[in-house]
């Protein structure tokens, strides 16, 4: 059992100490890599909506000029029944085909999401994958690289060198959604409370530093508490981003009310003064 305290300093331990292990030639640590690996995973499922998103627009265009899309005549039958000439009738059940296939494409929905799952939990939940079991307790020193990244990210858009800048990234959010419900591990990671414990992690050390600040007149350590109020402002900002970017990107995943992270309709703060959020992270 680990205090939610105790718990951001060790994964920070962790986060930097995995780099001891060894990095590749562009100065990545194994779990960069990995959290490079989720976004791809993620990304792959953005421009499958993307795609898909196109593909209904087009047929919605396709479609304004049919009049009634629930009550579509069959022209086949029409044209026979008025003893039409063999090529009417023919050119009739190709637009037949071509309607029925347009508003088969229109009507589909967001299935594909589901299919996708489908297709791929067998092979995820098979025995020769068992040390997936517990991915989802790497999820929170994934998160921790993940906000590091994008605050390093922000920072270079305003230098000269804008090598790796970058200011929204939804892929890992997407990512660890669809690996999460692969695996069925909604409620296992919901149990740690991790964005919770995070946010009260963020909350003591504010208060530490404003203590600080209020009982020290030391010129310099007052911009040092200052700089690290910042710094702790700029933390707090990316996880809860981070937080509602995952959430949402659950709902695409879901299949019924439980698929839902439990504190959905709360705030990291709000989920934080839940009974529930009380308990230690395990």
Known sequence: ?????????????????????????????????????????????????????????????????????????????????????????????????????????????????????????KSMRDPKNQHLKNFYMIIPPLTLNFVEQMMNGKEKINKKNKIGATFTDDGFSMGIAYILKLLDQYSAFDSLHWFQSVNAKFSSEEKAVKESRRK????????????????????????ELLYYSLSSARIFFRTDLEDLPVEVNKTPVEATASPATGANTT
Do not use: W
């Open 1 to 121: 059992v680990v205090s939610t305290q105790s718990t951001g300093k060790g994964l920070i331990s962790l986060n930097r100490g995995i780099r001891k292990l060894g990095l590749t030639p562009e100065g990545l640590s194994f779990l960069d890599q990995f959290r490079i690996l989720v976004t791809h995973i993620g990304n792959a499922m953005g421009y499958i909506r993307m795609i898909r998103s196109g593909g209904i627009h087009a047929t919605a265009n396709a479609m304004r000029y049919v009049p009634d899309l629930d009550d579509i005549v069959n022209l086949e039958e029409l044209t026979r029944e008025e003893e039409l000439p063999a090529d009417t009738v023919q050119a009739a059940a190709i637009l037949d085909s071509v309607l029925d296939n347009l508003t088969k494409n229109f009507t589909e929905g967001t299935a594909y999401f589901k299919m996708l799952v489908d297709v791929f939990t």
């Open 216 to 239: 020290e007149t030391d010129v310099k350590l007052d911009q040092t508490n200052t700089l690290t109020m910042k710094r702790l402002d700029q933390y707090r900002q990316e996880f």
